[in-house]
């Protein structure tokens, strides 16, 4: 937490910087109030940006050019950052009430500061408050998900997969589909978009793996995420006929899965397991090896090099 608050301080120090008067104020309700002393006294003024942009005059500036680094006028300053600079010129208001006016001006500028400095911490504590709530909804999903769980998917994690495979083993139940999954060119997901979008290409699939299940009908199915993009399911009391309809429509349903970046490929292979003197492990080898030969054919076939490749160019 110390280090959280530590990261805020830095943030607000920082962050101003990056603000314009539209995000700290109004510049509707602040021009009326110069147009105003404009009106009513004949006080000139001219409000810029940090860097000398004009965002209002009223009065007469022609031929003015805002020199913001050697002559900046009045400043507004938000976290010791200049947001924007006030020029004001009172040629034209009456002598007697020069004082007045400026005095009503310089309340007027102390006033926009400490509003924006107002907004500007509202707005940084929003943020701030925002990314505390999504980090504690990540701890308690993690936490849930921590024992049994693929923190990434929900999915079940490698090693309680295993401990489902066995008492699957251990209760002999057939027959049981023994599926495969394998994401295609993962890596080249990673290695051109980064880890957040590799890592929403997984999350893709694994829903897509859940959600083809439970619209077949198949509750008892055991959907592990075994490695980064290697996905083993089981299902139990399943005939070939409907493992391969559950089969097809996953990679049908990632064929149909429309992204600007990404292809969520798949490669699978499925056997039956109805031995119940063979291994589980040696029915994932032959179920693995089914996988590799259905790689193969996908990737040599013809146009899958440039789909995967469709979001180099939009990055």
């Not at 110390?2 to 301080?9: E, M």
């Not at 500028?109 to 924006?116: A, D």
């Not at 929900?154 to 209760?171: C, D, H, K, P, T």
């Not at 089981?234 to 391969?244: G, Y």
Request: aromatic letters at 10%.
């Amino acid at each position: 937490m110390d280090g959280k608050k530590t990261a805020f301080a830095q943030s607000v120090s920082q962050n101003s910087k990056n603000y314009f008067p539209k995000d700290l104020f109004d510049l509707e309700a602040a021009g009326t109030v110069l147009e105003c002393l404009h009106t009513m006294f004949g006080l000139d003024t001219l409000m810029t940006d940090r860097h000398g942009a004009v965002i209002m005059t009223h009065g007469n500036f022609d031929g003015f050019v805002p020199d913001v680094k050697n002559k900046p006028g009045n400043k507004i300053r938000v976290m010791e950052r200049t947001v924007c600079h006030i020029y004001a010129k009172d040629e034209n208001v009456a002598q007697n009430q020069k004082e007045a006016v400026n005095a009503l001006l310089d309340a007027y500028i102390k006033t926009l500061e400490g509003f924006s400095g107002k907004s500007y911490m509202a707005s940084e504590q929003a943020v701030y408050i925002d990314e505390l709530e999504q980090q504690v909804e990540k701890d308690a999903y993690q936490a849930k998900y921590s024992e049994h769980n693929d923190p990434l998917t929900g999915l079940l994690n490698r090693n309680y997969f295993i401990s489902r495979m066995r008492q699957l083993a251990e209760r002999e139940i057939v027959p049981t589909a023994v599926i495969c999954v394998n994401i295609n060119d993962w890596k080249f997901f990673d290695s051109h978009f980064g880890e957040e979008e590799s890592d929403r290409l997984v999350l893709t699939v694994a829903n897509i793996l859940k959600e083809k299940a439970e619209e077949a009908g198949f509750d008892d199915a055991v959907i592990g995420r075994i490695e980064g993009d290697v996905f083993h399911v089981l299902l139990p009391l399943v005939e070939e006929d409907e493992a391969k309809r559950y089969c097809d429509s996953i990679q049908e349903a990632c064929e149909c899965f429309e992204d600007e970046k990404l292809v969520p490929s798949i490669a699978v292979g499925f056997v039956i397991h109805i031995n119940v003197e063979q291994s589980y492990r040696d029915a994932l080898s032959d179920a693995e090896y089914a996988m590799f030969e259905n790689k193969f054919a996908i990737k040599n076939a013809p146009g899958y090099r440039e789909k995967i490749e469709k979001g180099i160019n939009k990055k």
